[in-house]
């Protein structure tokens, strides 16, 4: 089993700056790909970011040039780090882990329980 642990959410003025921590734990044998969603207010969940295990990144056209997805191998953690944030940022974000799991071996996808970031205007 894996599990997501999620940092870093709260609440800051339009402008301001967050970064968010999803630390991944558990039987954990490879990771395919870390990423962050979000789900704002009436709206469907989207994906922001998400890295590969080769460190590719990919991000939603809304974040571009503000938001930054890295990871950590070492700590199997993924951060997002949000700048010039906008009050149409505020959702609840969500840690996903694709990857594969030991004991038996198989594919696992694993969502973290969400952090809220809030950004006043």
């Known amino acids: 089993q894996v599990q997501l642990v999620e940092s870093g959410g709260g609440l800051v003025r339009a402008g301001g700056s967050l970064r968010l921590s999803c630390a991944a734990s558990?039987?954990?044998?490879?990771?395919?790909?870390m990423a962050w969603y979000r789900r704002a207010p009436e709206k469907q969940r989207e994906l922001v970011a998400t890295?590969?295990?080769?460190?590719?990144?990919k991000y939603a056209d809304s974040v571009k040039g503000r938001f930054t997805i890295s990871r950590d191998n070492t700590k199997n953690t993924v951060y997002l780090q949000m700048n010039s944030l906008k009050p149409e940022d505020t959702a609840v974000y969500y840690c996903?882990?694709?990857?594969?799991?030991?004991?038996?071996?198989?594919?696992?996808?694993?969502w973290g329980q969400g952090t809220l970031v809030t950004v006043s205007s």
């Open positions: 996903n882990f694709a990857g594969v799991v030991t004991g038996p071996y198989r594919a696992l996808e694993v």
């Open positions: 558990g039987t954990i044998f490879s990771i395919t790909s």
């Open positions: 890295i590969t295990s080769g460190s590719n990144t």
